[in-house]
């Protein structure tokens, strides 16, 4: 089981001294990816599900994971997640690539519909669309990353007769992850990504995920060429990570857990944070 960071381009977290000192000293401390997310806007006021206020600033994580990659050399670099419906799937497809070729190949794109519909009505989703654009916008992008001559066609992406290159470093594009607890994500995870991407608050809501996902690959055929699905996972509620629960997560099979330094207010908690839980078994 490796060990990931989550979160550190919001708040008192994103200053560019503070993010390259801080993805610096993970990278040494053995933390072996680096994870963002994605708001490009939230609602005001907030609403109950929204998962930070209107003001807390947060940064674009394509744009943030760029600055990693050019003060860190191993980590991989991860959304957790994008919010793929918001995006041009084109657009974002060439974004991708440009960070893993810049990246030597360190991109896994973390991607889940969303669901707060402030936040898609501003950039023009309809809510009840999101799932249907997310599994079309995932097709869309391995085209352009993959096929000799690239090529869609559907209700919300449709090209033909373009290209577009840099393509990823990996033949078959950047590992994908997929996000969400419902039984829709996880079918979606069995079927499209290279590994699922969640969060709970112990070992027990992973079994729960887990056992979603057993089911899901009861009822779709995964594709041979994706692979065994990784499982990432991260703990919150509360957000420190015991060693029992760090050897019980690496047990249930977790390929890369993930510790969040909340609140970040204060970056040198953070980095406190960090020493913690670096030497978790794993």
Known sequence: MELGVYGLSAKATLGSADTSRLARRAEELGYRSWWVGDHVVLPSPRVPDSPMAPTDPILDPLVHLSYVAAVTERME?????LILPQRNPVVLAKQVASLDVLSEGRVLLGVAPGYLEPEMAAVGVRLSERGGRTDEYLDAMRQLWTEPEPAFHGRYANFERV?????????????IMIGGH???AYQRAVLKGHGWIG???SPEDLVTH??????AAATVSRPAQLGRLEI??????????????ALRYAELGVDRLLVYPLPLEDPVEVDAFLEMHADLPR
């Open 77 to 81: 670099l991860g959304t957790g997640i």
């Open 163 to 175: 290209d577009a290159h840099p393509r990823p470093v990996r033949p078959d594009g950047p590992r």
């Open 182 to 184: 419902s039984p829709a």
């Open 199 to 201: 969060n709970g608050s």
């Open 210 to 215: 887990l056992e979603g996902l057993r089911k």
């Open 232 to 245: 990432n996972f991260m703990q919150i509620n509360p957000v420190e990570v015991d060693a029992d629960n």
